[in-house]
């Protein structure tokens, strides 16, 4: 009898901008969020709203164009661009002075999340499961520990078992906002979505429709989420037949406004897509940006991103917000990647926000100028994040209702815990590895597993939580709650939901029964 233990744990170059410390952010553009009150259906070709206030403020400060950001029935958002420098903070306290401006803030920078390196690896046999000639460099799927010197045999995702179960559904569609796409490599022939007007995507960098790669990132990014698989070439994707979105937010630099990935997240959202990766991170907070990951939550769309490489626990955006969710990388030994190979000072970042880990260095893939250089890899939790998105889409293949939440329980759920350095991967949820490392096989038989004696697919949400808990079945359940090192410290009967406002942050174990039947979860308290 198998038995699930349900456990809930816990970047044309840029100008004006110093990408250190909190002056991270552009010196002629701030990102502006109106009230409901004001009507924003405007011709905005002068560069004004005819609202006398706003409009001085304007003309002061030489606005040189403003232009709308995302879905504007929901998000309100404009960015505002200036012919000089500014005092960026005193500009945003004089336009938040104004009583119809609901929020101001710099137009921060970010960057990809991976660095490239070039290599050939010689001894590469051809191998059935799948024949993508190359499938024996990708350690990350299937580790038989032949690698490389450090490897460890099954420190993978066990892909290959996983896809016995599900290798997706052209229905599915993954956005990947990154440095755009080689859309003509063969490795993505038949697999790109096309708007209304039958472009591919979007560039948000150069404000056009053609998303095409300029830097590599992206290309290598995206093969790892959905390159053509079991077809006698290059690599395998985890997801053999999803729809791929190319968004180009991450210039050739590998770098890129806030604006730039704010109206990408919008975009996806409105055009289809279900699962959006960002192997992407910037240092400065973003209400604007949050509240896009936000409108992609509430629509049922999964935000997948990465941890960043500064080896630190300093909070990179989108994968700090509540509701995305943040990948950490492992090695092929599978230690956390401390340090990554091209450099002695980098590191899969770590911190209470992170929710997994999965492989991330020396990870082959894609070029974005060759369609036959397979001979390049690339390190960084940019490689890590893909990979865990391709999984949550064979998720939705395998039943396209599952919700946001649903899909993260699953993933967090079913990662192997403590497989790691014990220095740092600790029993539970810790705050270098998360709930553990990304196993695509147990996550596609979450639903093959459930013990006999459990509630069959009863879920806890939100996860980590501030307030309190609800279960998906609205059933009314007896409870206890422990605190990480055992001890009871609260009880209840027939109760529909768990209240958690009280306690401090942390780990909790609840043991929780219906009728003849319980099992036992881990809640993170934020």
């Known amino acids: 009898m198998k038995k699930l233990l349900i456990s809930i744990l816990f970047l044309v170059p840029l100008l004006n901008v110093i990408a250190q410390g909190n002056n991270n952010y552009s010196k002629n553009s701030l990102i502006i969020k109106f009230k409901n009150q004001i009507e924003l259906d405007k011709d905005l070709n002068s560069n004004n709203f005819g609202i006398k206030a706003i409009d001085h403020l304007n003309n002061k400060y030489r606005t040189i164009k403003i232009k709308k950001l995302g879905n504007q029935e929901v998000s309100r958002l404009f960015l505002f661009e200036f012919e000089q420098k500014q005092d960026v903070m005193s500009l945003i306290h004089e336009y ?9 803030e710099p137009n921060y920078i970010g960057k990809g999340g991976g660095q490239l390196f070039s290599k050939n690896k010689d001894n590469i046999s051809d191998l ?3 024949n993508d000639f190359f499938w024996e460099r990708q350690w990350s799927l299937h580790n038989d520990g032949t690698f490389n010197s450090d490897s460890v045999e099954d420190a993978d995702v066990d892909m290959d078992l ?10 599915i569609i993954v956005a990947v906002l990154d440095s755009g796409l080689k859309l003509n490599h063969p490795e993505f022939e038949g697999r790109l979505f ?22 590599g990132h992206g290309t290598n990014v995206t093969g790892i989420i959905g390159a053509g698989s079991n077809n006698n070439i290059g690599y395998a994707g985890v997801d053999w037949n999803c729809k791929i979105m190319p968004l180009k937010i991450l210039d050739e630099n590998n770098s890129g406004w806030y604006s730039w990935w704010i109206e990408a997240i919008y975009y996806a959202v409105d055009e289809g897509a279900n699962i959006i990766n960002m192997s992407v991170g910037g240092s400065g907070y973003s209400k604007a940006m949050e509240e896009a990951v936000n409108y992609a939550f509430n629509n049922n769309v999964s935000v997948f991103a990465c941890m960043m490489n500064e080896n630190s626990q300093t909070t990179y955006y989108p ?23 091209w450099s002695t000072f980098s590191g899969s970042s770590y911190g209470s926000h992170i929710d997994v880990v999965a492989p991330g260095n020396f990870i082959y893939g894609l070029s974005y100028n060759s369609d036959n250089n397979y001979n390049t890899y690339w390190g960084g939790t940019s490689q890590a994040s893909p990979l865990v998105a391709g999984v949550a889409s064979l998720l939705l293949s395998q039943e396209p209702a599952r919700t946001p939440n649903e899909i993260y329980q699953i993933i967090r759920e079913t990662a192997e815990d403590q497989v790691g350095n014990e220095s740092e991967d600790t029993m539970g ?14 996550a596609l038989s979450f639903n093959l597993s459930i013990d006999e004696n459990s509630i069959d697919d009863l879920l806890f949400y939100p996860n980590p939580t501030s307030d309190n808990i609800y279960n998906t079945k609205n059933l009314s359940i007896d409870y206890i ?3 990480s090192v055992g001890n009871k410290i609260k009880s209840g009967n027939n109760s529909i939901k768990i209240d958690f ?16 039947k319980s099992s036992v979860i881990k809640i993170i308290k934020n």
């Not at 007007?197 to 790669?213: C, I, K, M, R």
């Not at 949820?429 to 147990?442: H, K, L, M, S, T």
């Not at 406002?501 to 003849?516: I, K, L």
């Open 128 to 130: 059935s499961t799948p």
């Open 96 to 104: 938040e002075k104004l009583e119809f401006i609901e929020f101001a």
């Open 194 to 215: 096309e708007n209304e007007l039958g472009f591919n995507g979007y560039d948000f960098v150069n404000d056009d429709n053609d998303p095409s790669d300029d830097h």
């Open 162 to 171: 996983a896809w016995e179960i599900d290798t997706g559904n052209s229905e």
């Open 501 to 516: 406002s009280s306690f401090s942050r942390g780990v909790y174990f609840v043991e929780y029964q219906y009728e003849d």
């Open 429 to 442: 949820y810790d705050i270098y590895y998360g709930f553990g490392r990304v196993n695509a096989f147990n």
């Open 319 to 341: 994968a700090g917000y509540e509701n995305s969710f943040a990948v950490g990388s492992t090695d092929p030994n599978d230690n956390r990647s401390s340090p990554f190979f």
């Open 481 to 483: 709650i422990y605190n």
